[in-house]
């Protein structure tokens, strides 16, 4: 009986809007808040997380991924990793290869190890990035374009040696942000060509403007910011995932012709992420 050729991976992401076909996830199964690490969690310290209803959720949130004909990957989960469902921080896409992040925070630590033993297996070559911090969810592509935020989680030392490995390539555009709003896409986020998602107040007034002369702006309020207005996922056809509560930006977003699919994540968010932050695409399509 002749070998069954498997059709190899294809690594490839030019935005944050294309097409999504292929996409990494992780369960809910041990979240826990353990270290208090951004200003959400400090929010819902007391109350904690009801597990089985964010699985519940996560598994919901996985069908409608797998509905739209995504390709949805599940890393193991772990005991010792609380945060493990924002698979986005432990590596990210940019154009046809794949980063393994450093994780800055402690009780993150060791994460990137799951994903880069799951590339391994899958014989998937990826780029290690050592010594120097940095997190997918500061890292955002737009075709030629890559925004990356300084922040807690990454710092100038990353953000250099990821602009000398894109030289020539990439054009690399440093966002400065208070370090309270924990990653760059808890207040940007890029939902077109034309489009982009911003939380104003907490970027510097110079940043703003390397956002606003490139997109049509649509300014989430402080209240829909706490609810991770601005972490909302593309699936391509502008098509959009995001939190039912968040009116004011699905309505501003269904002004300009944007599908929006409401989705129910509240168990998850409590620990400060929400759609972005749960999905490490690995390939959307790309029409140059």
């Not at 826990?32 to 519940?56: L, M, P």
């Not at 992040?101 to 994460?111: L, P, T, Y």
């Not at 030629?144 to 990353?158: C, E, F, K, L, P």
């Not at 956002?211 to 209240?223: A, G, K, L």
């Amino acid at each position: 009986m002749p070998d069954i050729q498997l059709e190899p991976y294809r690594i490839r992401c030019y935005s944050e809007y294309d097409v999504l076909k292929k996409v990494i996830l992780c369960q809910p199964q041990y979240m826990s808040i353990r270290n208090v690490i951004n200003e959400t969690q400090k929010h819902f310290i007391d109350e904690g997380i009801n597990n089985e209803k964010a699985i519940e959720q996560h598994n919901n949130f996985v069908n409608i991924l797998k509905e739209h004909h995504i390709e949805v990957f599940l890393l193991p989960y772990h005991r010792k990793f609380p945060e493990q469902v924002f698979t986005r921080d432990i590596g990210f896409v940019i154009g046809e290869t794949i980063f393994v992040a450093d994780m800055a925070s402690e009780v993150r630590e060791g994460e990137e190890l799951v994903l880069q033993r799951w590339l391994e297996d899958e014989e998937i070559s990826y780029y290690n990035i050592k010594r120097h911090r940095i997190e997918g969810g500061d890292v955002l592509i737009d075709q030629d374009r890559v925004y990356i935020g300084m922040s807690d989680r990454t710092n100038q030392a990353a953000i250099q040696h990821l602009q000398n490995l894109l030289y020539n390539r990439f054009d690399v555009i440093h966002i400065d942000f208070e370090d309270q709003y924990l990653h760059l896409d808890c207040v940007f986020n890029i939902v077109s060509k034309e489009v982009a998602l911003v939380y104003p107040k907490a970027i510097n007034k110079e940043d703003m403007k390397k956002i606003y002369d490139r997109y049509e702006i649509i300014e989430i309020s402080e209240e829909e910011q706490f609810t991770l207005g601005t972490n909302v996922l593309s699936i391509g056809n502008k098509k959009i995932i995001s939190l039912p509560n968040n009116k004011k930006v699905n309505e501003e977003l269904s002004k300009r012709g944007f599908d929006i699919i409401e989705v129910d994540i509240s168990e998850i968010i409590k620990s400060g992420g929400s759609f972005r932050c749960c999905t490490l695409p690995i390939e959307r399509e790309h029409h140059p």
